[in-house]
């Protein structure tokens, strides 16, 4: 088949599918429109950054079959038009792991020993030993946040320095963490005050943009070293400036901003805070295996084969998805509140899939409910594709059991997910002309509730007035019940669970008054 080359890419990666008997042409700087020209005739387009695959580029592929980016990230890509159209989208991300941990430790040893500063100094034809005093790593305590690929070889690298190493990461087993010499946390509040050095690691969602405000940098150790190779934004960067003016913090390393390029910031005006320009994937063993990963890709996209680092949907038989698309989403949305309800790694999955929907294959849906899953936990784009792979990766097991028999509902999936010691459930069905997905079960506990964007879960002794408490603690707090359902196991048990669709997030001091006042035994604030 025919592959356009439109960046440069290494020469290994273009030898490579040579060999396989495709047929490359390499036309670099392309403009739009004649990109939009080219492109009729071929089978596969590889890109880096700055080539866009756009909605009038993809449509004018009409033989396209797939687009390799040779990067990470993929948002050039139309992925949407892409998987409309059925042309596989791949990306390369591990081809920079090793740059970006070598980055962290290049970061780590600057900041510590102040090298860019003694380096200006010189290079103004100054001689200052004594204002050039640092620290060493050796026997220092570094926090890593985040333990996936990238905080691992950070944490096999700061090993040899002989650092205590330390960290958090909800979705890291304590396995994994054992095997890097990691202690791990669960509370970050402990970690805090512990560490002489704090590097980042850690996908960019809600939950981690502003991670480190005000009330983090002030519980960290007085002199505390940070380093964030990873997102912009995860360390505040207004508050990360107060506390290095004010002498807490003694130096950052920062190589990601929430805005690139990057020229002003209230860092810049600091020495002892050293700035890079996104260096991260900037070398040349990086971008040389980055051409190299994504041609292999492209290659096995074009036999047919499994891609494991597609970035959209494979393609499935028509019979099949016009059963199980309903439930898609309802798997997938599972996935992500399962993911908020453990408390520890996910282990395992189990789909249980019963009524009508179990007379077909029903593969997808588990694929969709690990899509849910990772998508709070992984710095790659998460689908239905790859999640697969990632579980894989991850040593997550996951087992798909049908039962042609119709209980409740014409159709009813139940994803049970093993963490720590315990199994976590839910059951979901959908209903109406539109799909409607509703939670069936949690914990076993039968209800029936629509899901929406915030829901409060609380397990609690079954007595008299306890709903009311409830409803008195938000309302209070001026947060508003929309739609609320009581589960109970069976007539007289002791304890019942409340899934409430509430206005907004509850916060930790409303949770806490929960907790107390109405004698909660478990409770889950969960986010979709």
Known sequence: M????????????IGLLRDAGHEVDVKLELSPEQLISEIVNYQALIIRSATRATREVIEAGSQLKIIGRAGVGVDNVDVTTATERGVIVCNAPTSNIISAAEQTMALLLAVARRTPQANASMKAHQWDRGRFTGSELYQKTLAIFGLGRIGGLVAERARAFEMRLI?????C??????HLGVTLYDNIDEILPQADFITVHLPKTNETIGMFGPEQFARMKDGVYLVN???GGI??????????AAGKIAAAGIDVFEKEPCTDSPLHEFENIILTPHL????????????LQIAEYVRLGLEGKMVPTAVNVDLVPE??????????????????????????????LTVNVSGDLSGYDVSLLGTSALRGIFSRSSDDPVNLVNAAYIAEQRGVNLTINTDPLHYEYASEVSLVAHSGNRDI????TISGPSGLVRIVSVFGYRLDLIPRENILILRYEDTPGKLGRIGTVLGNANINIATMEIGILEEGQAEAIVLMNVSEPVGDAVFAELKEVVGVTEGWRVNL
């Not at 025919?2 to 990666?13: D, F, P, Q, S, Y």
């Not at 087993?173 to 054992?178: D, G, H, I, L």
């Not at 360390?235 to 290095?244: G, H, K, M």
């Open 280 to 291: 991260g994937a900037s070398t040349v063993e990086a971008q040389a295996r980055a051409g």
């Open 167 to 171: 960290g958090f990461d909800p979705y």
């Open 235 to 244: 360390y505040n960067i207004d508050s990360l400036a107060d506390f290095v």
């Open 173 to 178: 087993s304590p396995e994994r963490a054992a």
């Open 425 to 428: 459930e839910i059951g979901l």
């Open 2 to 13: 025919k592959v356009l080359v439109a960046e440069k890419i290494a020469e290994a990666g």
């Open 319 to 348: 019979d099949v998805m016009s059963a199980v698309a309903p439930f898609i989403d309802a798997c997938q949305l599972g996935g992500v509140i399962l993911a908020q309800l453990a408390s520890e790694a996910i282990s395992s």
């Open 229 to 231: 190779t990873a997102r």
